[in-house]
């Protein structure tokens, strides 16, 4: 330790605090010794030994503040020295955890798992310093009375430099951990610390130098050092088994799923097939390895529709679904991804929803699968129970834009348009590149009679995002502006095809903008050739009202069982 982070440690220990007051409180005792003591008629000697014990007793002050926190709230224990140190927020600082904890906004028992700093040589090993985050989340994520903010929440926070108070209250958490990843060869250098969001002191902190084969030993450990410091009580298979989910023993299988999962993260078209490319290396290393195969049904999931044709997408998507579920029942990421396919896809809702259940009852904190229980539920005509179960993804994970952003759509499908519009707002304060928020903004917009700013957040989608059907959106904005021609030459360039893949039922709406209503069926007509995944809410968005009335409208409703 440098000597200004020697410093840093004897005042996040208080050491200098406590030196002074043990200095100030000496000087009385000893001036109230040198005159009480003679009048009571103690010899000379008296005085001497209280100097003595005063002197004797400095030291061992000092060594007692080392070693424990001495604060407000009294004596607290604290661990080894961190590799770094997070000083208490300054008086202007926001209010403070605890206080936010006492207004009924925050758990006691909680924490969110900031992304460790990776301090490699190499930077390419920031997959690696990620896997490590989402491992430990993971794990404790299995402990029942602790609450932990999700990765999207926690990783909305990567190379931030806010203090960690102000992260704790935006995650409404009592207690952050913080960490870093050293990777040379098969050697690695990890140091972990927990820290009380209050007034910024470490709960406990370790420094690990293993090899690469102990990963998972060093993962079990930190988590179950947390649960310790924090102490939550284990119960059932948590007491007895590792909280660290040891999924593989083939660390070239590990490394690669941990690359998968780091690509599949980015979201792109681009990152998504390189995620697929990793997870298809990993099962190569161990054929057998659930979360890679649940790793290649979300990706093609979320190339499905936007980038990649349905009928190509989803099945594969299925297959490798239901061969993680059958290597490993209990895995959430896998029913999660056959829920999708199953309701998003082959339309089989009341399936698709026994599944998405199944999902939540081995992993109730996890968001996504209370999220696509949420895209579900409306295929049913259950609305508000489906607005409920994305405010519950949501709630377990505050700062993802999808959580929210689909929150806003189930309030667009409940003709909500003021609260569709406000929490797409909230989305693109915290994600603003999130494409989906721009178009339920728009269709909020365009159903409320706003064409004209419709049309403006449309466009604004259009810049930031690389979803080609944002054009059809654009396209209906323009026709309820009286841009009829204009309108028109673009859904015919879109249906002419060249630019990529387009979804027929988008196109399907600007033909219904138009009043085409031949044009709009024949368009709905390829989009259930194609099993379009935007079918499923043709029966509650206010894009397709015009069609209503048309005989055609309630054979596709049927078609797609939809009700």
């Not at 728009?442 to 054009?471: I, M, T, W």
């Amino acid at each position: 330790m440098d000597l200004s982070a020697f410093i840093g440690e004897l005042r996040r220990r208080h050491v200098v605090r406590l030196a002074l007051a043990y200095v100030v409180v000496a000087w009385i005792v000893i001036e109230a010794a040198s005159t009480i003591l003679p009048a009571l008629q103690v010899p000379d000697w008296g005085t001497s030994l209280v100097v003595v014990l005063v002197l004797l007793g400095f030291p061992v002050a000092l060594v007692v503040a080392w070693g424990y926190d001495v604060t407000r709230q009294g004596v607290r224990k604290t661990g080894a020295a961190a590799p770094a140190v997070v000083s208490p927020a300054p008086p202007s600082a926001p209010p403070s955890a605890r206080e936010a904890r006492e207004a009924g906004g925050m758990r006691e028992k909680s924490i969110a798992v900031l992304p460790f700093v990776n301090m490699s040589d190499d930077r390419e090993n920031e997959y690696f310093s990620d896997g490590m985050t989402e491992e430990i989340l993971n794990a404790l994520v299995r402990v029942k009375e602790l609450f932990v903010a999700s990765r999207t929440s926690s990783f909305a926070f990567k190379d931030s430099r806010q203090d960690v108070r102000e992260i704790a209250e935006k995650l409404s958490v009592a207690t952050v951990l913080e960490g870093s990843v050293r990777k040379a060869g098969n050697r690695l250098r990890i140091t972990a610390q927990l820290i009380d969001a209050d007034e910024g002191y470490h709960l406990w902190s370790e420094t690990y130098d293993r090899e690469m084969e102990d990963v998972f030993a060093i993962q079990d450990d930190i988590a179950r050092s947390i649960v310790e410091a924090l102490k939550v009580e284990l119960v059932g298979e948590e007491e007895s088994g590792s909280l660290v989910q040891h999924s593989t023993e083939n660390l070239e299988a590990y490394t690669l799923y941990l690359k998968g999962r780091h690509a599949y993260n980015l979201w792109t078209e681009d990152a998504l097939g390189r995620s697929m490319e990793y997870f298809r290396r990993a099962l190569e290393e161990d054929a057998e390895y659930a979360r890679a195969y649940s790793g290649i049904a979300d990706s093609l999931v979320h190339l499905a529709d936007d980038w990649l044709p349905p009928e190509e997408a989803y099945p594969r998507a299925r297959e490798a679904a239901e061969k993680a579920v059958e290597l490993d029942p209990s895995l959430a990421e896998a029913h999660t991804a056959l829920g999708k396919v199953l309701g998003w896809y082959e339309w089989s809702f009341d399936r698709a929803e026994l599944v998405l259940r199944r999902a939540i009852a081995e992993n109730p904190k996890y968001p996504e699968a209370h999220w696509v229980l949420g895209s579900v539920l409306p295929c049913n005509g259950r609305l508000k129970e489906a607005l409920r179960e994305e405010k519950e993804a949501l709630a377990l994970d505050p700062l993802s834009g999808t959580f929210r952003a689909f929150v806003a759509r189930i309030h667009y499908f409940l003709r909500q348009y003021d609260e569709a519009i406000a929490e797409s707002r909230k989305t693109l304060e915290h994600e603003p590149g999130a494409t989906r928020a721009y178009v339920y903004m728009g269709q909020a917009y365009l159903a409320g009679g706003e064409p004209k700013q419709a049309l403006e957040v449309f466009r604004e989608g259009a810049e930031v995002g690389d979803v080609l059907s944002l054009n059809a959106y654009i396209a209906q904005a323009l026709a309820a502006l009286g841009e009829k021609d204009e309108a028109q030459r673009m859904l015919e360039r879109l249906e002419a095809g060249g630019d990529g893949y387009i979804r027929a039922e988008f196109v399907a709406a600007g033909w219904s903008a138009l009043g085409d209503a031949d044009r709009a069926f024949a368009a709905l007509d390829r989009a259930l050739g194609a099993r379009s995944g935007g079918l499923i809410y043709l029966h509650v968005d206010p894009s397709y009202d015009v069609l209503r009335e048309d005989a055609r409208y309630a054979a596709i409703v049927q078609a797609v069982g939809v009700r």
